[in-house]
């Protein structure tokens, strides 16, 4: 029997809001994974370069206008420049467990999801 204990949960939680962050409408929420006040919860690149702070900052103040976007350009520039993230693309993928784990299934987004599982015996 597979059970997620307190710390599980709140991991995944964690992990859920990430991926939610991504649908927001601001059009910031890809960057604010890279912003250095973000370590450690949102940004496990654990990248910190102040002047990407700065325009991440500055463009939190703003409305949406061209004004934002270009903030928007230039943070991206610094990301594509330092390259804090190495994007990947993997086609397979499988998962060997024990026999007497019952009802395991891989996650469709978590690589590795033995953090978030318990196991209990009876």
């Known amino acids: 029997m597979i059970a997620t204990g307190t ?17 927001f409408y ?4 890809f960057l604010g994974l890279l912003y250095s006040k973000n370590k450690g919860n949102l940004n496990d690149a654990r990248f910190s370069l102040p002047e990407f702070d700065k325009l991440y900052e500055a463009s939190k103040m703003l409305p949406d206008s061209p ?3 270009a903030l928007f350009r230039k943070m ?4 594509r420049v330092y390259a804090p993230w190495h994007p990947g693309y993997y086609s397979y993928r499988n998962a060997l467990v024990q026999p007497w784990l019952k009802n ?7 690589e590795h999801p033995w953090w978030v599982l ?3 015996r009876k």
């Open 7 to 23: 710390r599980a949960r709140a991991e995944h939680r964690r992990r859920v809001i990430a991926v939610a962050d991504t649908t």
């Open 26 to 29: 601001k059009g910031d929420s």
């Open 67 to 69: 004004e934002r976007t």
């Open 76 to 79: 991206t520039e610094i990301v």
């Open 104 to 110: 395991f299934r891989q996650h469709a987004f978590i």
């Open 118 to 120: 318990d196991v209990v």
